[in-house]
């Protein structure tokens, strides 16, 4: 292989012999996976892989509008950074913020998009998440920050999302739903089911009371750890 193992953002298996359509398998299997773990319903949510071989730079996302156990792998839409859809099915409306997302951030290799239910309600609220609980550093910082409200499917809220996903691997959006990231499709459906764990937590211990936050150096010893030997060596 002329192509380092994991360029293309997903679990390579053993063998290291991997091709777009396994690619496009991982995607679907993702997206239902993401409905399996509770965080997301029925055709809302949206999941997408950076691809880039030969002369194709892009990723592969979810088409719009089709139940995720109907897919096929050629029913997953390829798109350019360009914004150029391929094939026979129009990609999920929200395929800007994962254009862009990939554009800024090298990091970014999947993306899982869900209306999970605890971090949508904290987003209905414009509320993000603090940090309450030290596990909010896995998404990369001392917050997982809530993105301004737009319409979705739009420019605006795919630049306020790229906004608040700067130094962080999750964001919410505000009336609206939640997005991670991750080295592999396995990293980001993980990142999306803890925060959304997260998100639950957080909106219980508000039933009872307004939860201390740990402070900033507090969790910057806990980020220092997370970044040194706290990453899964494949989940992203
Ligand atoms: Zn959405």
């Known amino acids: 292989m002329s192509r380092s193992h994991g360029q293309r953002g997903y679990p390579e298996p053993e063998s290291g012999v991997t091709d777009e359509r396994t690619l496009r398998q ?5 997206a239902l996976a993401m409905n399996a773990a509770g965080i997301n319903r029925g055709k809302s949510g949206n999941v997408s892989a950076r691809l880039a071989h ?4 892009g990723f592969l996302v979810t088409p719009t509008g089709m139940p995720y156990a109907e897919l096929a792998p050629e029913d997953v839409v390829a798109v350019t950074l360009a914004g150029e859809a391929a094939g026979g099915r129009a990609p999920s409306s929200e395929w800007r913020f994962h254009r ?3 554009a800024t951030r090298s990091d970014a290799n999947a ?4 209306h999970a239910p605890f971090a949508t309600s904290l987003a209905c609220l414009d509320r993000g998440i603090p940090a309450f609980h030290y596990m909010v550093a896995v998404a990369g910082g001392d917050d997982v920050r809530c993105a301004p409200y737009a319409t979705f499917g739009t420019q605006a809220l795919s630049d306020h999302a ?3 996903l700067a130094g962080r691997k999750a964001c919410l959006l505000a009336h609206h739903g939640m997005i991670a990231l991750g080295a592999t499709l396995a990293g980001a459906l993980a990142l999306a ?3 959304e764990s997260l998100a639950e937590m957080y909106w219980r211990a508000l039933q009872i009371g307004e939860p201390a936050l740990l402070p900033p150096d507090e969790m910057a010893v806990v980020i220092a750890k997370f970044a040194t030997y706290g990453q899964p060596r494949r989940g992203g």
Request: charged share 20%; proline share 0%.
């Open 26 to 30: 991982d995607v679907i299997a993702t």
């Open 54 to 57: 030969g002369k194709f730079t």
């Open 100 to 102: 862009d997302i990939y």
């Open 111 to 114: 993306i899982v998009h869900a």
């Open 193 to 195: 089911v803890e925060v």
């Open 162 to 164: 790229v906004a608040a």
